[in-house]
């Protein structure tokens, strides 16, 4: 796989789709427009459930109806949405050292590992298993 592969947690590509300061902040901006020139950034389809879950539970209030939004997210430039492949659902049940149990993180992790790529996020525990090398990711600034 192209290592300047960058998959996006959830929240990153909210923030980022948004327009959110925090994607400004955070450092992940340069990784996220060499890798869009490349079409090289990835979502890993889980994330269009866990979008439509934080509509639902009111945790997250989108700028048109969950349906448009996430039509029009798949669609933006450079950014390809990254199925539930035969590997990625293996190796989400098989992620060594016993990551955590949550399914939408495991599929986003495996999505990661599956592609050999980097995976942006500020959830700790992601990071954490990135610290320990099961997968690639870079700590926000």
């Known amino acids: 796989m192209n290592e300047n592969i ?16 925090k994607i400004k902040e955070c450092g992940f901006l340069p990784y996220i427009n060499k890798a869009v020139k490349e079409y090289n950034v990835k979502i890993p389809a889980i994330s269009l459930w866990e979008v439509s879950m934080l509509v639902a539970k009111n945790r997250i209030v989108l700028s048109k109806n969950t349906l448009e939004w996430l039509t029009d997210a798949v ?26 149990g949550d ?3 495991r599929l986003i992790v ?32």
């Open 110 to 141: 495996a999505t990661a590992r599956a592609l050999n790529g980097t995976l942006l996020t500020f959830d700790k525990k992601i990071l954490e298993y990135g610290a320990k090398g099961h997968i690639k990711t870079i700590i926000p600034s």
């Open 103 to 105: 399914p939408a993180d």
């Open 6 to 21: 960058v998959v996006l947690d959830t929240h990153i590509w909210i923030w980022l789709l948004i327009g959110d300061e």
């Open 75 to 100: 669609s933006a430039p450079g950014l390809t949405v990254y199925p539930i492949t035969p590997e990625v659902a293996y190796e989400s049940a098989c992620l060594p050292e016993n990551f955590h």
